[in-house]
C-alpha cells in the first residue's frame, strides 16, 4: 500500500429489521453486511467479489453515506463519513463519486448530458456557469466525448457512450475516491474493453482510487490491486489480486474461481463441485457460513464456530478454520 | 461427416418492417446443427442472435417480423411451410427452448408441476398423476432436490438458478431433437452458471440432444460448444470448430473480440479495444458491416460485401472477410 | 431487491412526431373546444341568452328548420349552436380550473409522500383513501347546499374528486423512481433532497401527470355535467354544455336537438380528450396504465 | 398476511373516523334541517320544539361527540324526513338495491371489458384495437344521465324490451346497469389492455409458445391470469366511481337505492340519513378495496409467497 | 388434432355460458314489466317531500286515498261538500266554535268499524303531538275538541276562524285513523298499514318506490272504483315518467309544461283539474316596506324597497308571454297573489285595471328605472334571482330565465342563483333575504289565509312585506267575524297590495296530469289538495 490509506472502513456491519410470521410478531434481523474492515490507499483499487446477496452493494451504498451502518465507522481522509456535516459533507460529496451498471437507468433521461455531468459541481462547489461548461467539456474530453454532446439529451447515446457519460459525470469534480458498481456487465464485449482501459487511464492520469464491485472475475483480476471475497455479508478473504487468483485461500474462493470460465478452450480447469445455492440471509447457518456448501468442510468446528478473519503474510487475510490453529 | 445434420438452415433473411423502417435483422445465413452437438452463436446485442433463435421456432413477433427467404431443415423436415398446427407440433416436441431470464420466463401464477405437464399434455397426453408423475421425474432429471415437493411450488417460491432448471426440465421434458438455449445463465452467479453449464452437457451427453447455444461470453463458448457461429449485424461472420477458431481466429473481429477480453490468468498489458460502437439494425452500411471499426480495412471492404469462404484446408472452418490470408 | 429498471424509449425526432399526432382529435378539439372558448363572441350567430318566444323549439337545419338556427332552439327560443360555443369557455374554465387544482394538490402530495415516505406516506394515502371514499357527488351536494352552487364550487368538487388519481399515480411513480441509479447518483454527488424531488424526480412524473390531466378531462367535463343534472352545477343562465344537456334531456324522445347537440360536443370534446390522451401515453410513457 | 389485513383494518377505520368529521361538518355547514323540515307556517314553538329535539342547540364539538357516540353504536338517529325510520337501519334497507346494481354493473362491465381489453392488446394497431377504444371511450364521452334516458327510450319504449324504471325483476336492473357500466368499461378495457400488452412481452409468453401451447390458451390462460391483477387493482376505484355513478342513475331509473336515498337526504336536510348513507358508502368502499386486496394475494402466488 | 378437437370443445362451453346468461336476463324480463295489468291503475308522480304512514309527519303533501278527512271538495267545482267523513257543519257566530256531524253508516277498511267522534278526537291528538310536521298544524294546536255524541264533534278555537273547512278539506290537516286500530296495535299497527275509511285500503308501501292501494268493492259512500288496485310510483325524472307513460307501463304521469305538449302531440291526453290548483309569483323579500328598515339596515341595498323600481320591474314582464312559454295558452294572470274569485275579497277592480297597471310596458319601466336613479343609486344593483329547480316546480327555472331576460331588457340587472328551498328559508326566516324568489300556493288557500301568510306578520312573520297598511288591515282581519266586513277588508288588503307593486304576479293554473289515451277515458279532479291530484275512484278506465 502507498502512503496513507483514504479509506479505512472499520467493523462496518449493517443489520435490516423484518417482520415475519402471522401479524409480524417475530422480529428477525438480517445481517446484511457484517463486522468487514478494510482499508484504501490512493490510487488503489479494491475490488469487492462474491454471489450476489453477499452484501457488496450494501457496503457500497455504506461507503456513499448512503445508508447508516448499525456498527462500525468509515472513515475517509480520517473523518467519520456519518459524522459530516454542512461544507464538509459538500467536500466528502464532491470528493466521492460512483458509476453504476445500468447505463439506461443512471442518467435521468431529462436532463441534458451538460447538467447530468454537471450536477455534483452545481451542488457542491460555487462556479460561474462559464466555469462549469469548462470543467463538464474538461470531463467529457477525458471520457472521449466531444463537448457539442454536452447539448445533447441521454437518449441520442449508446450504452457505452452512456457509460462514458456516468464516468464524465463521476470525475468531473476530480474527486479521489469512485465507486464502479458493476461498471461495464451491461455493456457489449467489444464496447467493454474501452471502458476498462478508460478507467486504467483515469486512474494512471488522476490519481483516483476505485472501489470496484464487479461479479465478472476476469476484469476484477485486470482492474484491482486487491480484492476482498464476501460470502454472505463477511469477507471470507482478502489480498493481493494476483495472490488471491493464483493461490485462493479459502474454499469458497477456490470454488469461486473454480466456476469462472476462462475464454480459452484449452485452458485447464480444476473444477470444484459446489452444492446447493446461497443460503437465504434471513436463516444463515451457524458457524461458518460457508460450511453446508464446502468441499473442504472439517467438521463440528466449522458447524458450530465462526471463523474469525485471521491476518497472513503479506497483507492477505482469510476467514477459514483451515487455517486457525 | 457424411451424416445428414439434424438442422439446416439456409440463407435465412429476417425482416423487420415498421411505419419507421424497414431492415433485415437476420440478413441471410446459413449454418448446422448436427445431433449431440452443441454450436455456440456468439454476438453483442443487436446482431440478430436472438431473432435467428426465434425464428427457427417461428416465433417472430407478429405483424412485425417476417421471414423473407431460406429454408429451415429440422431431420430433413422443412419447417418454414409448416402449416401453424403442425408447427405448434414440433415446438416443444422436437425443438425445446431456454430463454434468458429464469426471472420472467417461469409463468408467477402457476405451478411449476402445472407449467411442466402442460407441454407433456400437449405433446404426450396422459391422465393427470401420470403427467405429475413425468413432471417429477423432468425435475429429478435436472438435480432439482425434492422434486416431489417442489413440483407444487410456485416459481417464486425458488430461486433463480433453481427456476432455470425448471425451464431446462419444461425443454427436455419432450425429449426434444435440439435445445435452443438463449443466453440462459447471463443472469445467473458464476457459481450457479458452472453448475447449470454441467447440467446441460450431462443432459446432452444422457440424452444425445443437440443444443444451440446463443450468447455473449466466450467463456461459455469454450467451455460448452463444440463449434462457433460468430454474428455480426445480422450475418455469420466466422464460424468453425471451437479450438480452431480460438486459436487461429479468421475474421478481423473474432480476433479482436477475443482479444480484447480480460485474462483469468497470466496477466496482459493494456487490453485490446475495438474502435467505434456496434452497429444497430437500422443502420446502412455498404460493403463489410465492420469494416469501418476494422484496422485491416480497405477500400473494397467498404464497397463490397465478403463471401463466406473456408479459412483453411479442412473445409469445417469458414469466413466472411476479403482478409481470410493476411 | 427486484428494481424495475426505469428506461425511457428514446424520442424521435421532432418531425417524426408532428407527423404522427392525432390531427383528427386535435382538429375536433379546436373546432369544438378551445377556438369557441375564446372567440365564441365573434362566432356565435345569436345571443345565447335572450329569449326569442317567437322561435320556440325550432328545428334544427335538414329536420324541417333553417339555416337561420342551425341546430334549433331550444324552449325558450334561444339558438342551440349559440349557446353551445358560448358554453365552451365555461366548460373549459371548470375542466382547466379543476384539474390544475387536482394537479397541483395531487402531485405535490403524491411526490413529497413518495419521497419521504413514513408517517407523512401513510397520512396523505389515507387521504386518499377518504377521498375516493367520499362520493364526489355527494360531496358536491353538501357543498352546494352549504355555499350555494357556483362555479367555484363546481370547480372545487371537480379538484377533489381528481386529486387523488393523480396523488396515488405519482406516489406510485415516485416509489419506482428514487430507488433508480439516477437518483442515487445523485445522492452520491451530493445533491439536496429538494433538489432531487424537483430536479430529477418531477420532470421525470410530467408525462404521468399530462397525459393523466389529458384523460380526466373527461371525468371532469362529466362530473360538471352530473351537477348541472342535479341542479348544483354552475348556475343558469350560463349555457355550461352539462346545464345544455340536463335541460333538454326531458325531451330527447321529442324535441332530441335540444340536448343531442350539447352532448354530441361533450361527446367529441370527451373523445378527442381521451384519444389524445391515449396518443400521449403510448408516446411519452409505455409504462404509464392507470386510468 | 394477517398482519398486513389488521393494518389495512386499522388505516381504513382511521379514514372512517376523518369521514365521520367531514361529514359531520358538511352536513351541518349547509344549513339548518328547520327550513327543509317544517312546513312555511311552522310556528316559533314549533321550531323551538324541533331544535331542541335534535340537539341543534348544543355546540358544534357536543353535536360531534355525541354523535359519534351514537355511530359507534350504529346508531344514527331517526330519519328526519322519512319518520319513523331509524337512518342507518333505513339506509342499510337500500344497500341491496344499490349493491345488486352495483354488483350487476361491474359484472357487466368485467365481462365486456375484459374480452373488449384483450382483443385490443391481441390485435393491437388493428381495426379491432381502435374499434375496441372507440366503443369503450363512448361510455366516458356522454353523460351518464343523458344515456340512461336514451337507453329507457331506446329499449323501453320504442322496442319494449325492458321496463323503464323502478326495481322489481333482474330486467329492471339491466338497463341502469348497463348505464353505470359503460362508462367503467372504458377505464377497465384499457387497464386490460396495457397489462396484456406488458404481459404478451413476456419471457414467459415466449415459453408458452415454445412449449406449443395454441395461441388461444396463450391468451387466455397464460397471459389473461397475470394481466387480470392489474385490472383488479383498479377494482377499489371501480366499486367507488360505481357507488357515484349510482347516484344520478337511481334518480334517471327511479331505483330506491342508496344513491336514490343520499340524494333525497341531503336535499330535505336529513342529517341523520345524511351521515348514515355517506359513512355506508364509505365502509362499502374500505370493504371492497379490502376484498381486492385479498383477492390480489390469491390470484398473485407471487405475494402470497413474498 | 388434440389441440382441434380441444379448440372446439371449449368454445360451446362459453357459448352455453353466453346463453344462459342473456336467457336469464330475457326470462327476467318476461316476468314483470309487459303491460301493466288491466285492473291494476299507475300513477307516477315526482317523489314527496316525506313519505310516511303516520300522515302528521309529514308536510301533508300526498294524503294516501285510504284516508279520509272531514271535509271533501266536489271533483267539479272544488267547492266543500260532504263527501268525505262530515255529514254536515256549522259555526258559531264569530267562527271560533265548529261542529261536525259524522256520517253514521262511516266505515273503517279492514274491519276496523265505525267511523265515530272518538276516532276524530284520538286523530286529532296525535295529529296536534310534538312529533307533528303538517302545513296548518299550528292552528290545530290552539285549539280544543270535544266529543259531542258517537257522531258530534266540535272544535273550540281561541280566535275567528272562517276558512276551517278549508283545513279539514283539500289541505288535510286532519286525517281521520281508527282508534281501534290504534288501542289494538299501537302505533305500529299505523306504520305497519293505517285503516282508513276511504274508498281504497292500504296494501303496502316500497319506501321511496311506490304505495299501492286496493279498491273497496262496497264501500259505506256507495262509490267504487273500477280497477282493483292503484299504485302511485315515485319516480324524479320526468323524462322517465313520460317514457313510462308511453310505454304503458303508467296510466297517468305528471308532467312538465312542454312534456305535456309533447304528449299531447303524440296521442296521449292531458287532463286539468276542474278548478284552479296553484298560483305563481315572484316575491320580493325582505321586509322592503317596513318603517324601522332603515334602522336595521340600508334599505338602498335592496333596490326594490323603491316602488318605481317595483313598478318597473312588473311593467318590464310581458306575462302573456312568459305564461304560454310555462303554462300554455289559456293560463290567465294573476292580479294579485293568494286572490281568487272562489274566495271572499276578490275585487273586480284590481283585476280589471291589472292590464293598465301591470301591463307590458317597457318604456315606461326604463322611464321609472331612470327615475328612481336605477342602478346607480343602489349599492346593490344587482339583484339575485332565485332559481329553485330542487324543489319540484320545474317551471321556476324557466320563470327565473324568463324574468331575467325580460329584466335585462329594462335594464335591470340580476344575477342568478340556483338556490333550494331550505337554504331561501333560511335567509327569510333569517331577515337576511335579498333576492326575489318563485313562489306557489298550492292549494289555492282561501284568500284570507293566503294574504296573512305571504303578505303580513300574522300567520308567518318573515314572508311580511313590512306595510304598516297591510299589516293593520291585517289585524283587523283577524278579529273580524262579519264576512261582509272581511270581504271588505280583504278588498282593501289586495287593492293596497296591486298599487304597491308588492310582488311580481304570474298565474294561476289548475293541476294537469297527463294519461295514456289508450288506457284512461277522463278523470275529474277539483285541484284542490296541495299535489293537485285526488279522488283517484274516478278514474275513468277504457
Not at chain 1, 209 to 222: E, G, M
Not at chain 4, 37 to 60: H, M, N, T
Not at chain 5, 433 to 441: G, H, K, V, Y
Request: glycine share 8%.
Amino acid at each position: 500500500m502507498s502512503g496513507a490509506p483514504i479509506l479505512q472502513v472499520e467493523n462496518l456491519s449493517k443489520h435490516f429489521g423484518v417482520r415475519t410470521g402471522l401479524f409480524g410478531r417475530q422480529k428477525r434481523t438480517v445481517k446484511a453486511v457484517s463486522g468487514l474492515n478494510f482499508e484504501i490507499g490512493a490510487g488503489e483499487t479494491l475490488a469487492l467479489v462474491g454471489e450476489s446477496g453477499c452484501g457488496k452493494t450494501t457496503t457500497t451504498r455504506l461507503l456513499l453515506r448512503l445508508q447508516t451502518p448499525t456498527h462500525g465507522t468509515v472513515r475517509f481522509d480520517g473523518r467519520d463519513i456519518h459524522q459530516l456535516k454542512g461544507a464538509d459533507l459538500k467536500s466528502f460529496r464532491s470528493r466521492v463519486q460512483a458509476v453504476f451498471q445500468d447505463p439506461w437507468s443512471s442518467i435521468n433521461p431529462r436532463v441534458r448530458i451538460r447538467d447530468f455531468v454537471a450536477e455534483p459541481l452545481i451542488v457542491n462547489e460555487k462556479l460561474t456557469s462559464g466555469d462549469i461548461d469548462i470543467r463538464v467539456h474538461a470531463a467529457l474530453d477525458d471520457v472521449g466525448l466531444r463537448p457539442q454532446d454536452a447539448r445533447k439529451f441521454p437518449h441520442e447515446f449508446s450504452g457505452g457512450q452512456r457509460q462514458r457519460i456516468a464516468i464524465a459525470s463521476a470525475i468531473v469534480t476530480r474527486p479521489s475516491l469512485v465507486v464502479l458498481d458493476e461498471p461495464v456487465s451491461s455493456l457489449d464485449v467489444s464496447i467493454r474493453s474501452q471502458i476498462i482501459n478508460l478507467f486504467k487511464d483515469l486512474q494512471g492520469e488522476y490519481g483516483l482510487c476505485y472501489i470496484l464491485v464487479a461479479h465478472d472475475l476476469a476484469t476484477t483480476r485486470y482492474l484491482a490491486d486487491r480484492v476482498a471475497v464476501m460470502y454472505l455479508g463477511s469477507i471470507v478473504e482478502y489480498g493481493a489480486t494476483d495472490d488471491v487468483f493464483d493461490t485462493p485461500a479459502h474454499p469458497y474462493t477456490e470454488a469461486l474461481l473454480s466456476a469462472a470460465l476462462p475464454a480459452d478452450p484449452g485452458a485447464v480447469r480444476n473444477e470444484i463441485v459446489m452444492s446447493g445455492e446461497v443460503p437465504s440471509p434471513l436463516s444463515p447457518p451457524d458457524g461458518c457460513a460457508f460450511h453446508p456448501r464446502c468441499h473442504r468442510c472439517l467438521g463440528d468446528a466449522c458447524r458450530t464456530q465462526f471463523p474469525a478473519l485471521i491476518s497472513q503474510e503479506q497483507g492477505r487475510a482469510v476467514s477459514c478454520h483451515l487455517y486457525t490453529e | 461427416m457424411a451424416e445428414a445434420p439434424l438442422l439446416e438452415v439456409t440463407d435465412l433473411k429476417v425482416e423487420i418492417s415498421t411505419k419507421a423502417a424497414s431492415f433485415f435483422p437476420v440478413n441471410g445465413h446459413s449454418f448446422t446443427v448436427r445431433a449431440g452437438e452443441t454450436l455456440g452463436i456468439v454476438g453483442e446485442s443487436g446482431s440478430g442472435k436472438s431473432m435467428t433463435a426465434m425464428s427457427l421456432a417461428r416465433l417472430l413477433p407478429k405483424h412485425a417480423a417476417h421471414i423473407r427467404s431460406g429454408s429451415v431443415k429440422l431431420d430433413g423436415r422443412e419447417l418454414l411451410t409448416l402449416s401453424e398446427p403442425e408447427m405448434r407440433r414440433v415446438r416443444g416436441k422436437e425443438i425445446a427452448m431456454i430463454l434468458q431470464d429464469p426471472q420472467t420466463s417461469l409463468n408467477p401464477v402457476f405451478t411449476v408441476g402445472e407449467q411442466i405437464s402442460e407441454a407433456l399434455r400437449l405433446h404426450a397426453p396422459g391422465p393427470r398423476r401420470t403427467l405429475r408423475e413425468r413432471a417429477i421425474d423432468a425435475l429429478r432429471k435436472v438435480k432439482v432436490a425434492a422434486p416431489e415437493h417442489r413440483v407444487d411450488a410456485y416459481p417464486s417460491e425458488l430461486s433463480g438458478g433453481m427456476r432455470q432448471r425448471v425451464v431446462g426440465a419444461i425443454a427436455i421434458s419432450c425429449q426434444p431433437k435440439i435445445i435452443i438455449a438463449d443466453e440462459p445463465t447471463t443472469s445467473l452467479d458464476v457459481t450457479v452458471q458452472a453448475q447449470y453449464l454441467r447440467l446441460l452437457r450431462e443432459m446432452q451427453d444422457e440424452t444425445g440432444m443437440a443444443i444451440l447455444f446463443i450468447t455473449h461470453d466466450f467463456g461459455i463458448v469454450a467451455n460448452l460448444c463444440h463449434r462457433i457461429a460468430v454474428m455480426y449485424f445480422g450475418r455469420i461472420v466466422e464460424s468453425g470448430p471451437v479450438d480452431k477458431i480460438f486459436a487461429r481466429p479468421a475474421h478481423p473481429y473474432t480476433e479482436a473480440l477475443i482479444a480484447a477480453l480480460p485474462k483469468l490468468r497470466g496477466q496482459q498489458g493494456r487490453l485490446r479495444t475495438i474502435t467505434g460502437q456496434p452497429p444497430v439494425p437500422t443502420d446502412q452500411i455498404a460493403g463489410c458491416p465492420f469494416a469501418p471499426r476494422c484496422e485491416y480495412a480497405d477500400a473494397r471492404c467498404r464497397s463490397e460485401l465478403p463471401p463466406s469462404v473456408d479459412a483453411d484446408s479442412a473445409g469445417d472452418h469458414s469466413a466472411s472477410c476479403w482478409k481470410v490470408d493476411r | 431487491m427486484a428494481d424495475t429498471p426505469i428506461r425511457t424509449v428514446p424520442s424521435p425526432g421532432l418531425w417524426r412526431r408532428a407527423r404522427s399526432l392525432p390531427l383528427v382529435p386535435i382538429g375536433v378539439l379546436l373546432t369544438v373546444f378551445i377556438i369557441p372558448a375564446f372567440f365564441a363572441e365573434w362566432i356565435a350567430p345569436h345571443d345565447p341568452y335572450v329569449p326569442n318566444l317567437k322561435a320556440r323549439l325550432q328545428p334544427p337545419v335538414f329536420f324541417g328548420g333553417t339555416w337561420e338556427f342551425a341546430m334549433g332552439t331550444d324552449r325558450l327560443g334561444r339558438d342551440i349552436l349559440s349557446r353551445i360555443l358560448h358554453g365552451a369557455w365555461y366548460v373549459l374554465a371548470v375542466s382547466m380550473i379543476g384539474i390544475a387544482v387536482g394537479v397541483v394538490v395531487g402531485t405535490t402530495l403524491g411526490l413529497v409522500a413518495g419521497y419521504v415516505r413514513g408517517w407523512f406516506d401513510g397520512l396523505v394515502m389515507r387521504l386518499v383513501d377518504i377521498s375516493l371514499a367520499l362520493p364526489a357527488m355527494l360531496l358536491a351536494l353538501a357543498l352546494a347546499a352549504a355555499l350555494g352552487a357556483s362555479f367555484l364550487s363546481v370547480v372545487i368538487v371537480v379538484g377533489f374528486a381528481l386529486w387523488a388519481y393523480f396523488a396515488r399515480q405519482v406516489r406510485a411513480e415516485v416509489l419506482l423512481l428514487r430507488k433508480s441509479d439516477f437518483v442515487a447518483r445523485s445522492l452520491v454527488a451530493g445533491s439536496s433532497h429538494a433538489r432531487i424531488l424537483f430536479r430529477h424526480i418531477l420532470p421525470n412524473v410530467t408525462n404521468t401527470i399530462v397525459v393523466l390531466a389529458t384523460l380526466q378531462v373527461g371525468i371532469a367535463i362529466m362530473l360538471d355535467a352530473s351537477l348541472s343534472f342535479l341542479g348544483i352545477g354552475i348556475p343558469r343562465p350560463t349555457p355550461t354544455w352539462g346545464l345544455l344537456v340536463s335541460d333538454g334531456r326531458d325531451f330527447i324522445a321529442t324535441d332530441w336537438w335540444i340536448s343531442f347537440f350539447p352532448g354530441l360536443a361533450i361527446l367529441l370534446t370527451v373523445l378527442s380528450a381521451n384519444m389524445l390522451g391515449d396518443w400521449l401515453r403510448d408516446r411519452l410513457d409505455p409504462r404509464q396504465r392507470q386510468i | 398476511m394477517l398482519r398486513f389485513l389488521s393494518l389495512r383494518l386499522a388505516s381504513s377505520l382511521f379514514a372512517l373516523l376523518i369521514i365521520t368529521l367531514i361529514v359531520f361538518l358538511l352536513s351541518h355547514l349547509s344549513g339548518s334541517p328547520v327550513d327543509a323540515l317544517l312546513p312555511d307556517d311552522a310556528s316559533q314553538e314549533q321550531i323551538d320544539a324541533f331544535v331542541r329535539d335534535w340537539g341543534l342547540d348544543k355546540p358544534l364539538w357536543r353535536q360531534y361527540l355525541t354523535f359519534l357516540g351514537n355511530a359507534l353504536q350504529g346508531d344514527f338517529g331517526t330519519s328526519l324526513k322519512w319518520p319513523g325510520e331509524d337512518a342507518m337501519g333505513f339506509v342499510l334497507d337500500r344497500m341491496p338495491a344499490t349493491l345488486n346494481l352495483g354488483g350487476l354493473a361491474i359484472l357487466i362491465s368485467v365481462v365486456i371489458a375484459l374480452p373488449l381489453g384483450v382483443a385490443a392488446a391481441v390485435y393491437k394497431s388493428s381495426p379491432i384495437d381502435s374499434g375496441a377504444q372507440i366503443f369503450a371511450l363512448l361510455g366516458q364521452s356522454m353523460p351518464n344521465f343523458w344515456l340512461g334516458i336514451i337507453l329507457i327510450w331506446v329499449f323501453s319504449v320504442w322496442l319494449g324490451w325492458l321496463p323503464t324504471s323502478g326495481m322489481g325483476t333482474i330486467a329492471h336492473a339491466v338497463l341502469p346497469a348497463i348505464a353505470i357500466a359503460w362508462f367503467q368499461i372504458s377505464a377497465l378495457a384499457r387497464l386490460t389492455r396495457s397489462a396484456m400488452l406488458e404481459v404478451l412481452d413476456a419471457e414467459y409468453i415466449k415459453l408458452a409458445r415454445v412449449k406449443g401451447v395454441p395461441e388461444w390458451k396463450v391468451v387466455w390462460k397464460h397471459a389473461l391470469r397475470n394481466a387480470a391483477v392489474v385490472p383488479l387493482t383498479y377494482f377499489g376505484i371501480l366499486a367507488a366511481s360505481i357507488l357515484t355513478g349510482s347516484v344520478v342513475i337511481e334518480t334517471v331509473y327511479s331505483w330506491p337505492g342508496m344513491g336514490w336515498v343520499a340524494i333525497e337526504a341531503i336535499r330535505g336536510r336529513d342529517f341523520p340519513v345524511v351521515q348514515a348513507v355517506i359513512i355506508a358508502y364509505a365502509v362499502i368502499y374500505m370493504i371492497s378495496t379490502l376484498v381486492v386486496d385479498l383477492l390480489y394475494v390469491l390470484v398473485d402466488p407471487r405475494i402470497r409467497h413474498g | 388434432m388434440i389441440n382441434m378437437y380441444s379448440k372446439h370443445r371449449i368454445a360451446p362451453k362459453r357459448m352455453l355460458a353466453a346463453a344462459l346468461l342473456a336467457g336469464t336476463i330475457l326470462g327476467g324480463a318476461g316476468l314483470n314489466f309487459a303491460a301493466v295489468a288491466q285492473e291494476k291503475v299507475v300513477i307516477a308522480v315526482s317523489p314527496l317531500g316525506a313519505d310516511s304512514n303516520l300522515y302528521w309527519t309529514t308536510t301533508g303533501a300526498f294524503i294516501m286515498p285510504s284516508m279520509q278527512t272531514l271535509v271533501g271538495n266536489d271533483p267539479a267545482t272544488g267547492k266543500y261538500d260532504n263527501s268525505q267523513l262530515a255529514e254536515s257543519w256549522e259555526h258559531n257566530e264569530d267562527f271560533t266554535s265548529w261542529t261536525f256531524k259524522l256520517h253514521p253508516n262511516a266505515m273503517f277498511n279492514d274491519d276496523w268499524g265505525p267511523v265515530t267522534a272518538a276516532d276524530v278526537v284520538h286523530s286529532f291528538e296525535i295529529h296536534t303531538g310534538d312529533d307533528a310536521k303538517l302545513s296548518g298544524i299550528s292552528k290545530f294546536k290552539a285549539m280544543t275538541i270535544t266529543a259531542l255524541d258517537d257522531h258530534t264533534v266540535r272544535f273550540d278555537m281561541p280566535s275567528p276562524d272562517p276558512d276551517f273547512l278549508f283545513s279539514n278539506a283539500g289541505r288535510g290537516s286532519l286525517a281521520i285513523y281508527s282508534k281501534a286500530q290504534f288501542d289494538a296495535e299501537g302505533i305500529e299497527g299505523y306504520e305497519a298499514a293505517p285503516a282508513g275509511s276511504g274508498p281504497f285500503k292500504y296494501e303496502g308501501r316500497e319506501v321511496g318506490q311506490s304505495i299501492t292501494f286496493s279498491s273497496i268493492k262496497d264501500h259505506w259512500t256507495g262509490v267504487t272504483a273500477e280497477f282493483d288496485e292503484i299504485e302511485f310510483r315515485w319516480v324524479s325524472e320526468p323524462s322517465t315518467r313520460f317514457a313510462m307513460l308511453s310505454a304503458g307501463e303508467a296510466h297517468a304521469v305528471t308532467l312538465p309544461r312542454d312534456l305535456r305538449d309533447d304528449a299531447s302531440e303524440a296521442g296521449q291526453t292531458v287532463l286539468s283539474s276542474s278548478a284552479g290548483a296553484m298560483q305563481t309569483t315572484m316575491l320580493f323579500t325582505g321586509q322592503f316596506m317596513r318603517p324601522d328598515a332603515e334602522e336595521t339596515r340600508d334599505a338602498r341595498t335592496y333596490a326594490w324597497a323603491d316602488q318605481r323600481v317595483r313598478e318597473a320591474a312588473n311593467r318590464a314582464l310581458d306575462r302573456e308571454a312568459i305564461l304560454e312559454v310555462l303554462y300554455g295558452e289559456g293560463v290567465g294572470a294573476l292580479p294579485v297573489y293568494t286572490m281568487d274569485p272562489r274566495f271572499p275579497g276578490y275585487s273586480e277592480e284590481v283585476a280589471a285595471s291589472f292590464d293598465e297597471n301591470y301591463g307590458y310596458d317597457p318604456e315606461k319601466a326604463m322611464a321609472l328605472l331612470a327615475e328612481a336613479g336605477y342602478p346607480d343609486a343602489f349599492d346593490n344593483a344587482e339583484i339575485p334571482l332565485v332559481v329553485t329547480s330542487l324543489a319540484g316546480n320545474p317551471e321556476f327555472a324557466q320563470m327565473a330565465e324568463l324574468v331575467q331576460a325580460y329584466f335585462d331588457v329594462a335594464g335591470i340587472k340580476t344575477e342568478m342563483r340556483e338556490q333550494d328551498w331550505a337554504t331561501g328559508n333560511t335567509a327569510i326566516r333569517g331577515f337576511t333575504a335579498d333576492f326575489i324568489t318563485p313562489m306557489r300556493n298550492a292549494p289555492v288557500r282561501p284568500s284570507a289565509l293566503g294574504v296573512q301568510i305571504f303578505f303580513t306578520k300574522h300567520a308567518s312573520p318573515h314572508l311580511d312585506i313590512g306595510d304598516p297598511e297591510v299589516n293593520e288591515l291585517g289585524g283587523q282581519l283577524v278579529a273580524e267575524t262579519d264576512p261582509a266586513k272581511r270581504g271588505e277588508i280583504l278588498n282593501k288588503m289586495f287593492t293596497r297590495i296591486s298599487d304597491t307593486y308588492a310582488h311580481l304576479p304570474m298565474a294561476t293554473v289548475p293541476a294537469t296530469v297527463v294519461v295514456n289515451s289508450d288506457l284512461v277515458e277522463g278523470w275529474t279532479f277539483p285541484g284542490a289538495t296541495s299535489s293537485g291530484l285526488s279522488h283517484y275512484e274516478l278514474i275513468d278506465l277504457k
